[in-house]
């Protein structure tokens, strides 16, 4: 059996299966793990999520931020972004009911103790061990497996509070976790969440940590899978996967094999981004 992490999709459906069948990939036996924002910006999102539904069992995706913005969309909350046009597309469609309900029951993060390797859409804070990450990954889904969960939806937003505390309760508490895993890119020197670059690392400011360069991070001694942050093309290291390489901005989507020795499979994109 074959695992593969691959990165972001972002609607990127025909690339996703060249990529599957250049790997090749076998559902019956192969599992797959996506990094997340299996949806928006690319042209056939609906498409997308449909095919990742379908394979079972053998595909684990987390939760990226445009996949909570669908769940946003969709239970009629306002998300003032025409970045997220695209999204409209999924809904009012015979089968948007079951794919939303599908999709709010994926994980946060995900974490298989055989490979010690931990999966984030954005990243981990330097205060979680990965017995913590997966556990206030859990207080998340819990929130979006509820009765509730519109109310939970509703507070999503918002870049405050920008850094970790035990002390935190209620939305504040939700929205940091849900940052932190979806969002997260910088780090200030207080260890503050920091939102305002995007760009490759040779461009960051001063002041700025990327959140994996932090020193005696908690989570250090598990590899950690993520995607999110396109401009810093493909990282593979003992202790880190960066798998984004923006297939949706005509660049490529990888897969990389996390059994046995890590191997890299790529295909060509076309920009396929409505921006």
């Known amino acids: 059996m074959a695992q593969y992490a691959i990165g972001d999709l972002q609607g990127c459906y025909d690339p996703f299966r060249r990529l599957l069948d250049k790997i ?5 036996k192969d599992r797959l793990w996506l990094t997340g924002d299996l949806v928006n910006r690319g042209p056939q999102s609906r498409k997308t999520l449909r095919y990742v539904k379908s394979l079972g069992d053998s595909v684990v995706t987390v939760l990226g931020n445009h996949d909570l913005h669908l769940l946003a ?8 972004d025409s970045r997220f046009d695209s999204l409209w597309k999924i809904l009012g469609n015979e089968d948007c009911d079951e794919l939303i309900d599908w999709l709010r029951r994926r994980p946060l993060a995900h974490y298989s103790k055989k490979l010690n390797t931990l999966m984030v859409h954005a990243g981990v804070p330097q205060e979680w ?5 997966l556990a206030r990954a859990a207080e998340v889904e819990a929130a979006l497996q509820g009765d509730d969960y519109v109310s939970f939806l509703e507070n999503m937003y918002g870049n405050k509070p920008a850094k970790w505390s035990g002390k935190l309760s209620g939305h504040e508490r939700l929205r940091y976790i849900v ?4 969002r997260m890119r910088m ?3 207080a260890g503050q969440l920091d939102f305002t670059f995007s760009g ?11 959140w994996f360069n932090v020193n005696k991070a908690k989570w250090r001694g598990t590899r950690v899978v993520f995607g999110h942050w396109s401009a810093l093309g493909l990282i593979v290291k003992k202790d880190l ?3 984004d390489t923006g297939c949706v901005w005509g660049r490529q989507l990888t897969a990389v094999r996390l059994n046995k020795r890590p191997k890299i499979t790529k295909v060509k994109c076309k920009n396929q981004s409505a921006e």
């Open 24 to 28: 090749p990939f076998d559902p019956e």
């Open 73 to 80: 969309l969709a239970n009629d909350i306002k998300v003032s």
């Open 129 to 133: 061990s990965v017995k913590k990450t």
């Open 179 to 182: 940052n932190a895993l979806t």
């Open 187 to 189: 780090l200030d020197h």
């Open 200 to 210: 490759p690392l040779e461009n960051g400011p001063d002041g700025l940590t990327p």
């Open 241 to 243: 996967i960066a798998v």
